[in-house]
């Protein structure tokens, strides 16, 4: 680091990065076009005419099961981005995620926030640690990244590119970890469009609402023509 760059100084060129991607995400969206992962931006969206839907900071044994049921009654795949402590707790829901053929993904080991502003190697072992995580628990090693909070910088997407793994950002957001109400989160699942990636939460918190408005939405975009797609794992 250059002399006069201090931690303030990283933090506001992290949270001006940060600020750019939300405006990334928003061309996206009015462009309706998919990006692709790497060292330099996260993938916003999948190739094709596809949707991918992916669940965050889970698992959870209150809410994951239900979900996988959801999923599976409509014969969709889903891309679960996991937060390797709660693997090392419930390792047993990490292996029905995986037999049930949905890619995990890593979604760091505590989920520190603001993700971008740890110290280099503290984002390398909160990433390290998760994959090893999750290959004790399934045998498989993950080959997607998402950062907590979407909070990504340049150190972060250079240690994911270290680390092997492609960035993945999402293009719908409902906010459903703050409990927005079934209908305002169904509002915004109802939007999607092919090409996008959808973020939702099985974990952190009480995710009623969000399994209330899946149950809802998932059968309404199947009947749009939509097609559900898991986050390709060998981008
Ligand atoms: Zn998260």
């Not at 044994?61 to 014969?75: E, N, V």
């Not at 640690?129 to 993950?142: F, S, Y």
């Not at 079934?182 to 996008?196: A, K």
Request: net charge positive; with cysteine.
């Amino acid at each position: 680091m250059n002399a006069g760059h201090g931690p303030l100084t990283t933090h506001l060129c992290a949270q001006a990065l940060h600020y750019l991607l939300f405006a990334y995400r928003g061309r996206q969206l009015l462009r309706r076009r998919p990006a692709r992962g790497g060292p330099r931006w996260p993938a916003f969206g999948v190739p094709g005419d596809g949707i991918a839907l992916t669940i965050d900071d889970g698992p959870h044994p209150r809410w994951t099961p239900p979900l996988l049921d959801l999923l599976d009654a409509h014969g969709i795949r889903a891309t679960f981005f996991l937060i390797g402590d709660r693997v090392r707790e419930h390792p047993e829901l990490a292996r029905r995620i995986m037999a049930a053929g949905h890619p995990i993904g890593n979604h760091s080991m505590t989920h520190p926030q603001p993700f971008a502003a740890l110290p280099r190697p503290a984002l390398r072992a909160e990433i390290d640690r998760t994959q090893r995580a999750i290959e004790d628990a399934t045998g498989v090693t993950p080959r997607l990244f998402r950062a907590p909070g979407g909070n990504w910088s340049p150190t972060v997407l250079r240690t994911t590119a270290d680390l092997g793994l492609t960035p993945v950002d999402w293009t719908v957001n409902p906010s459903d970890w703050r409990s927005p109400g079934v209908e305002r989160i169904t509002r915004t699942l109802s939007r999607t469009r092919p090409g996008q990636i959808i973020l939702c939460h099985d974990g952190g918190g009480d995710r009623s609402q969000t399994l209330a408005a899946l149950t809802q939405v998932i059968p309404r975009l199947i009947g749009q023509g939509l097609r559900f797609v898991t986050v390709a794992e060998d981008r």
